[in-house]
């Protein structure tokens, strides 16, 4: 079905989403779709690791003391994923469970997923008590009542961050939350919830011990930051009330929070974003590893307010002088030299020079072709950006996935933590497949500056404009349906938009729980 404009827009209208960006979005896939592409492909330099400049080392730029008080941050979890692939291992129940009355003996089916699930170890998963009685019985062949099945079924079809990841039955929301009890650090929390599911994260909230209080928000994915299903010919699906079929945008659509997070929070400078289902616990190893992570980069931050005052007073040489200390954090590498040494030996000012040389070295900015009279208005823009960290584990030989690379680009060589999708099938091998080349992936952080010391907010990002989607293929009710999708990690981690920095983590702070078997035998005690 084809909608005229005029129809487009009260269709959008009707349901919450920007007709414009529908429309971008349509005009993306259909080029996609036809070109049999399903991103742009970005073509890989070199990877970005500790031995080229790209990685800034553990520890970095002091060696590894995270002693020091400061504050200023909100965690912001991305908390609104579906639980269907951490309860994957128990849809053969549920399925079957749906052809079952539960008042009479369970049929073959039941039973028969109940004993493997039993077989497999189901037992030792962090399954509420009742779902775990109900599979004995199911695999026994007993009787259940139609109440406690209901209340099964409920479980699996819960969003993620209300699911148990250890055999108390707390959810990774509770710990979420006691993790940042433990840091000491943060101004507040904000939790983003899938539509119209703030009432039940409250009340989960209200149920957990608190001994102490840390502001606590909950955003919303909600129409506004969702986009349309489209089928391969460019119609969009329409849902059986005759609605447009809109489906959540991706994580790189969080960032149109940003503004909502500053104003509840008029004192927090930057976001602190992690995944809901990526548990550090609250032992002081993880504590510590984590406040070393923000320490870097609040005192990055330091220094590059000072920076903007100066430039505000057009006082560069003073800014200079922070510039240079910056710069003697820094190590040059190889990739870093083959961008800037033609550009920095064509300055003649000694404070320009080292104010770009920080842009380059430290951040990867690549030199903009300008007239030597316009330095100081072009690096004030670029010091004025949101000043963003991405905390990169160490690669075990065995990982593949978001990486940071140095990319070819119409602008020059730019820094960017690439997903898999958005490099040829020659770079995936070259590259991303080879740990020697690949040292580190999968930024288990973010910190990202949302207002300078002014109060000003500074997170705006152009995601109408950004190169950095994806075109997501599913099949929705029996038929292949495509939508745009973005990555935050790509939006966020990259020297086009942002004064990015890569710092390498140790790997006890990655501990991603994709399935029930990644939970399985834990308790609250592995995790304190």
Known sequence: MKFSIDEYKSRCTEIGIDVNSALLHQKRLMNAIQSHSHAQVFEVVDTCRLDNGGLLPHGWPFGGTSDCDFDGYVAFVLAAGAGSRYFQPLHELNSALGAFSGESLPNIAVRQAAMKLRDVGALEWPLSKSF????????????????????????INLPKALLPCVREEMTFFEIKHREHLALGCLDGQAFVVPHQMTAK???YY????????????FLEQGPRLSTLRFYNDGTPVVEGDGTLSMVPAGHGSLISLFPEVAKGFEQAHSLFIRNIDNLMGTASGAKNETLLFLKAHMMVRERLCKIRRYFERKDIKNAAEIAQELSGWVKVGNQTNQMSKRFLDSIDEPAIRVLWEVMINLFHTCP?????ENHQTVLKGLYSRPLNALAEVPNTGRDMGGTPVFVKTKQ???KVCLEIPHASEADRKKFFADAKKATHFNPVFIASEIRDDEGRFIGSYNLEESPFWLLAAKVYRGKNV??????????????????????????LLFNPHKSLEDAKGKSIADWS
Do not use: C, W
């Open 206 to 217: 209200e149920t957990f011990e608190k001994n102490d209080v840390l502001k606590t928000v």
């Open 412 to 414: 020059g060589i730019q």
């Open 482 to 507: 495509y939508y745009h999708e973005t990555l935050l990690s790509e939006l966020l981690g990259n020297s086009m938009g942002s004064n990015t920095i890569f710092i390498e983590t140790p790997r």
């Open 368 to 372: 903009e072709t300008r007239s030597s």
């Open 132 to 155: 775990k009685e109900a599979i004995i019985a199911l695999a026994e062949g007993n009787n259940m009542r139609s109440s406690t099945l209901v209340e099964v079924r409920h479980s």
């Open 201 to 203: 994260f409250e009340g």
